[in-house]
């Protein structure tokens, strides 16, 4: 065992000198972790960042990249945080866009959503616009797992057809 020495003299070691002196049984210096927990601490604030960048879009700034009109935005992810619904990847529906099948990856996958000033989104739980039927005015639906969907259903990841006009 080597003798134990003051933190401030003991090197900062890479990470396989550390895993070396671990399979040595050498019990690890605590100064010898703060690079990697600095990255974990780093890592997890992005983590975190990421999830409080997620907030849902005021219905009548609605706008794609080029700043054409979108009627409604419909998120991956919701949360029970309000500030931080509308996560996740996003799909959008534009004035007039009548999807009776919904793009397979997006099938069964909405959880929030943000309908445009003055239009409204009608959506269906089966493709072909069969299943249950629900039209959303204009505004912020945070979590579509709050929309009741029949006596003991919601909303939540149901979404399959979709019609949206202004
Ligand atoms: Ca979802």
Do not use: H
Not at 19 to 46: H, M, N, T
């Amino acid at each position: 065992m080597p003798q134990p020495q003051p933190l401030d003299a003991v090197p900062v070691p890479s990470p396989e000198k550390w895993e070396g002196s671990v399979r040595k049984g050498v019990k690890p210096v605590p100064s010898c972790c703060a690079d990697q927990l600095v990255a974990f601490a780093l890592l997890l604030c992005a983590l975190c960042f990421l999830g409080l960048d997620a907030q849902c879009p005021e219905p009548n700034t609605l706008k794609d990249a080029e700043g054409k009109k979108i009627c409604a935005r419909m998120f991956e992810d919701s949360n029970y945080y309000y500030e931080q619904s509308c996560g996740g990847q996003y799909i959008d529906a534009y004035p007039g866009d009548d999807v009776p099948i919904i793009p397979w990856s997006w099938n069964n996958r909405i959880s929030s959503l943000v309908v445009n000033k003055l239009c409204s989104l009608t959506v269906w739980s089966r493709i072909k616009k069969n299943g249950s039927k629900r039209k959303f005015s204009s505004g912020i639906v945070y979590r579509l797992k709050d929309v009741q969907q029949g006596l003991f259903g919601s909303w939540e990841n149901d979404i399959s057809a979709y019609y949206c006009v202004c």
